[in-house]
């Protein structure tokens, strides 16, 4: 595994965030493929796989977008022979790579971050990081001050949707935001397809 800070300050964020680290090189469908980190997420986010590529000063020909682009598209293919399921997203940290790594998009999810953030005092500035892999980590509801107002976050979301939606649905929906954003959309999606589900019964 790579040293650099940035690397690092991502990886702990991922693990922080419920993702493993997979073991480097790693083999899928009989080829083995090397990069700079690599990770699986846990419950929710079970069946993403994260891929670190250190652009700046990374090995494995990180800093070459032509052989990231194919390393990635390899694997691309070598998840599609496995008919797996894994939702693959790639980490580009440091330096934008030369060439056509846009191309990448078409194969998996990417994001950038160019450089580790430090605040006015120079130390490392973790919440816009954390803004910058935002889609991998886990949906949080921030709890109020107590001079702001009263009860939790569940609270202030029950009393402002009492009206629209129950009780059980908003439990539903706060629940899987502990899980991540993905399981959000597949609780949301479950309960419309029940609510309609049960339209059509008393339709017939």
Do not use: C, W
């Not at 886990?138 to 001050?145: R, T």
């Not at 397809?193 to 017939?204: I, P, Q, V």
């Amino acid at each position: 595994m790579t040293s650099s800070p940035l690397i690092a300050a991502i990886r702990q964020h991922l693990n922080d965030a419920g993702y493993d680290d997979l073991p480097t090189p790693f083999r899928m469908a009989g080829v083995e493929f090397q990069f700079t980190g690599a990770l699986r997420g846990r419950h929710g986010r079970a069946l993403d796989l994260v891929l670190l590529v250190d652009t700046t000063a990374g090995s494995f020909g990180d800093i070459d977008g032509a052989r990231v682009r194919a390393r990635i598209q390899a694997l691309s293919r070598a998840l599609d022979v496995t008919a797996s399921r894994y939702v693959l997203t790639v980490v580009l940290a440091g330096a934008t790579l030369p060439g056509d790594v846009e191309a990448l998009a078409d194969t998996a999810r990417v994001l950038h971050v160019e450089t580790l953030p430090f605040d006015a005092s120079g130390s490392p500035d973790f919440d816009r990081l954390e803004d910058s892999i935002r889609v991998l980590l886990p949906l949080s509801i921030p709890q109020p001050a107590a001079d702001e107002q009263d009860g939790t976050a569940q609270d202030q979301l029950e009393k402002a949707l009492k009206n629209v939606v129950d009780g059980a649905t908003i439990k539903t929906i706060m629940d899987a935001a502990e899980r991540g954003e993905e399981a959000v959309s597949e609780a949301i999606a479950s309960l419309i397809d029940a609510a309609l589900a049960k339209e059509e019964e008393e339709k017939a």
